[in-house]
C-alpha cells in the first residue's frame, strides 16, 4: 500500500466529544464510535501500520485533561495529535474564556515539543438552542482564542463555528450537549479535509424534521431540561462527573479496526 499521508500514529484526547459520546456504537471500544474513531479509519485505510489510541474520557475539563492525558498521550510518540477542550470550563457560570484559553495555550505547546502535527477543534455556533444561546458570546471569545494559539503554534483548526450544518437538530443527540451519528460523521469529513485528506465520507443531508407547534416545543423543552439539564447541574453541584469512574477507551495504541478482526 503506498503512503497517501505522513501520519502513522494518531492519538485523541479531549472529553465526551472526543470520546464519541452520542454516537452509539455496541462493536465499538466504550460502546461508541465518534468522530475520532471515523476519521482513524480512514488514516488507516490509506497506509500501512497506522496505529491510534483515543485517551478521552467524559465530563473532562481542561485542566484534568492536561494533567491526565497529556503527558500519557505523548508517551505514545504521536505524530498526529488531537486535542478538544475547554468545553465543560465554558459552561460553567464565572469562567473566564480568556484564562481558559491561557490555559489551552500552554497544552499546545506541551504537544507540540516533539514536532507532532496538533490539530485543535473551536466551538460551535450554539445559537439556535433556547438554553445554550446565552453563553454564545462567551464560545465566540474562547474561539477567537483558540485562532491566536494555533497561529502562534502552527496548529490546525477544524472550525466548528463555521460548520453551518450543525445548526440543524439532527446533528445533536437527545440530550443537546453531545452529537448524534450524523453529527460525528459531518465533523469526521471536517477534520479530515482540514488535514487535506482525500477521502471516500460522503456529506449526509438529512430530510427536514417536521414543524413543531409552539406548544409542542416547549413540552419538549421541559421535558430535555427534566432528563438532561437537571441532572447535569445536579452533578455540578455535588461535584460529580459523568466520567467519575470512567476509563480510556483506547488507552494504548492499535489498528482502528482491530475490534473488527476479533469478532
Known amino acids: 500500500m503506498s503512503q ?8 485523541a484526547i479531549g472529553d465526551s466529544f472526543t470520546e464519541g459520546i452520542g454516537d452509539r ?25 497506522f496505529a491510534y489510541a483515543n485517551l478521552a474520557i467524559r465530563g473532562r475539563l481542561l485542566q484534568q485533561i492536561t494533567d491526565e492525558q497529556i503527558e500519557p498521550a505523548l508517551e505514545l510518540r504521536p505524530d498526529l495529535i ?8 465554558i459552561l460553567r457560570p464565572g469562567t473566564d474564556p480568556d484564562e481558559v484559553a491561557s490555559r489551552f495555550d500552554d497544552a499546545v505547546a506541551r504537544l507540540r515539543g516533539d514536532g507532532a502535527t496538533v490539530v485543535m477543534f473551536n466551538g460551535p455556533d450554539i445559537g439556535m438552542t433556547p438554553v445554550m444561546r446565552r453563553i ?13 494559539v494555533a497561529t502562534k503554534h502552527d496548529a490546525i483548526v477544524v472550525d466548528m463555528w463555521a460548520l ?5 437538530a439532527q446533528m445533536w443527540d437527545r440530550d443537546r450537549l453531545h452529537f448524534s451519528p450524523l453529527g460525528h460523521h459531518t465533523i469526521a469529513i471536517a477534520m479530515l479535509d ?27 423543552d421541559i421535558g430535555w431540561a427534566r432528563e438532561y439539564l437537571v441532572p447535569w447541574v445536579v452533578r455540578r453541584i455535588r461535584h460529580q462527573s459523568s466520567g467519575d469512574l470512567i476509563q480510556a477507551k483506547r488507552r494504548t495504541l492499535a489498528h482502528p479496526r482491530d475490534h473488527e478482526r476479533e469478532e
Open 194 to 220: 482540514a488535514l487535506g485528506i482525500d477521502h471516500g465520507l460522503e456529506p449526509r443531508h438529512p430530510e427536514p424534521l417536521p414543524k413543531q407547534s409552539w406548544r409542542k416545543a416547549r413540552v419538549d
Open 25 to 49: 456504537e455496541p462493536r465499538s471500544p466504550g460502546g461508541h464510535r465518534g468522530w475520532a474513531d471515523r476519521v482513524a479509519e480512514v488514516l488507516a485505510d490509506q497506509t500501512d501500520d
Open 82 to 89: 488531537s486535542i478538544s477542550g475547554g468545553g465543560n470550563d
Open 164 to 168: 453551518r450544518q450543525l445548526q440543524d
Open 136 to 148: 454564545r458570546g462567551k464560545v465566540a471569545i474562547y474561539n477567537e482564542n483558540l485562532r491566536a
Open 4 to 11: 497517501q499521508h505522513p501520519w502513522s500514529r494518531y492519538v
